[in-house]
């Protein structure tokens, strides 16, 4: 296999209150982040071989852009209750397998990565009743991050 599961996002409402059924439940979530550029912020869960990413847009003008746009992630998160798929399913590679991409995807290059990091998106990224599908060359395990990266780990989740 040239590839592992990452993580998968869900869009949520605004600050993801869904996220507290998780705290309440017992597990631990690890830091937050905005994604400058692309009108999203997030609340996460690690695990020791993946993430759990609970995903809304705190800046529509942001998240339609011209740059953002191809995304679909505006009206993926706003149609979420209405037909759109609220799920993304993100790949990254395995440990030794090269630039492999595991489906026919395009170059998205979002503002809060350097001009020379792409993240894979599958070309069905405009089928909002599909998740949408991409892949990151530079994911890794939770539980293999730098110790300036680590987060509170729950179990595995696959």
């Known amino acids: 296999m040239a590839f592992e599961f990452d993580h998968l996002f869900i869009c949520t409402?605004?600050?993801?209150?869904?996220?507290?059924?998780?705290?309440?439940?017992g597990l631990v979530e690890g830091s937050s982040n905005p994604h400058p550029g692309q009108g999203t912020a997030n609340r996460r869960f690690f695990f020791h071989?993946?993430?759990?990413?609970?995903?809304?847009?705190?800046?529509?003008q942001e998240a339609k852009s011209e740059l953002i746009y191809l995304t679909r992630?505006?009206?993926?998160?706003?149609?979420?209750?209405?037909?759109?798929?609220?799920f993304g399913i993100c790949l990254r590679p395995a440990v030794g397998s090269g630039d492999t991409i595991a489906f026919s995807s395009w170059a998205y290059r979002p503002p809060y990565l350097p001009q020379t990091i792409s993240i894979a998106v599958g070309?069905?990224?405009?089928?909002?009743?599909?998740?949408?599908?991409?892949?990151i060359p530079?994911?890794?395990?939770?539980?293999?991050?730098?110790?300036e990266k680590l987060q509170p780990l729950d179990i595995s989740l696959i």
């Open 13 to 25: 409402d605004i600050n993801a209150w869904e996220a507290e059924a998780l705290v309440s439940f």
């Open 49 to 60: 071989n993946a993430m759990l990413e609970f995903l809304w847009v705190h800046n529509p």
């Open 73 to 86: 992630l505006w009206e993926r998160w706003t149609n979420r209750k209405n037909g759109a798929c609220p």
């Open 123 to 135: 070309t069905n990224s405009d089928v909002l009743t599909e998740p949408m599908l991409f892949q």
């Open 138 to 147: 530079f994911g890794q395990r939770p539980d293999r991050y730098p110790t």
